[in-house]
């Protein structure tokens, strides 16, 4: 969990703050394919994306940019983000991803489009920069 992640360094740091961030996402990302594995495959049809360019049960960046916004909204609701805020999502010409702002104005990218095999596979939330540098 973010706290059993966050219970080996100082809680007051923002270095903490944002490994729990990343451990919490991955968590919940866990979670979303242990619900997806218990589905029919008629449900599971629902999230197959028509005319893709890809496979279609793989999430391209665009879905993953939303997935990553929305767990940081619910952990932000649920008190649980004290020094970063969730920032709107960072988006090139080819990519698009999850993004949130240090306590310092920092912009950083969380980076949630890695999956290759599947809805919900491959849970690792890494911390990248941002192309961007937080710009409009």
Not at 48 to 71: E, I, K, R, W
Not at 117 to 134: E, F, I, K, M, W
Request: net charge negative; charged share 20%.
């Amino acid at each position: 969990t973010m706290g059993s992640s966050m219970a080996r360094c100082d809680p007051q740091s923002a270095r903490c703050e944002l490994k729990g961030l990343q451990r919490a996402m991955t968590v919940m990302e866990v979670q979303f394919r242990q619900k997806l594995d218990k589905m029919s495959s008629s449900e599971i049809h629902a999230y197959m994306v028509t005319n893709a360019s890809h496979d279609p049960y793989v999430q391209d960046c665009l879905d993953q940019t939303f997935n990553g916004t929305s767990y940081l909204m619910i952990l932000a609701d649920a008190g649980l983000m004290k020094l970063f805020k969730v920032y709107y999502p960072g988006s090139t010409w080819a990519h698009d991803y999850t993004r949130v702002q240090a306590p310092n104005g920092l912009v950083i990218r969380l980076e949630m489009d890695h999956r290759d095999s599947g809805v919900g596979t491959d849970a690792y939330v890494p911390v990248l920069s941002d192309p961007l540098n937080g710009a409009l």
